[in-house]
């Protein structure tokens, strides 16, 4: 099954892509219009989730509690990603950003085919951890990450927070900027000059 993409930015073919995943029970529409405030110059892609939850939502995975992919369907949706994507990116240098929900499906395609992504944003979620992939020390050996959690999410349990931010800010090896700051379970208007200068470093060619 082919999945429902809106693009935004650049039309060159030649561009660096940027992924952009909703959260669970949203859609593609909705995480779109953050490319509105991201960096001219690359295509954006938003896309939707594969598993229609009715009224217009979308996830990208069976759960077995918030933040908890099942193993069976995280692998499924996976594969079905690397699909698309290998189809329509080429060589192009690729970055995927998630909130919530795809924040934990961006973090799964990372500790899948580390080597495969220019750059990983986790938003506001957790890794899939005990999920089918793995969480070893110096997974994501050298890849971009972008971190950034609010003290105040009530919805991403505390504790996969936590695991999280240890994981992503140490063993796992990554060349990480982490942002902490009060609020809730939103994309902060704080973290986006940040954000927008941390894809501009990892989609210069």
Known sequence: MEPTVLWRGSPDPTA?????????????REIASL???????????????????GGDGYAWFENRGIGRPTVASLRTQLDWFWEWLDDIADDRPVI????????????????DRPNRLAGVAVLYG????????????????????????????????????????????GE??????????????????SILPSLRQWITTHTRS
């Open 16 to 28: 660096p892509i940027v992924v952009l995943l909703h959260g669970r029970g949203s859609n593609e």
């Open 96 to 111: 995927v950003i998630g909130f919530s929900g795809g924040a934990a499906f961006a973090g799964g395609l990372a500790l």
């Open 126 to 169: 957790t890794m899939p951890f005990d999920a089918g992939v793995s969480t070893e020390p110096d997974r994501l050996d050298g890849l971009a990450v972008f971190h950034a959690q609010a003290t105040d999410d009530t919805v991403i349990p505390r504790d996969l927070l936590e695991q999280t931010w240890a994981y992503l800010s």
């Open 35 to 53: 490319a509105d405030v991201l960096p001219i110059g690359p295509a954006y892609a938003a896309v939707r989730g594969p598993i229609d939850l």
């Open 172 to 189: 796992a090896g990554a060349l990480a900027v982490t942002h902490r700051h009060p609020g809730g379970h939103e994309i902060s208007q």
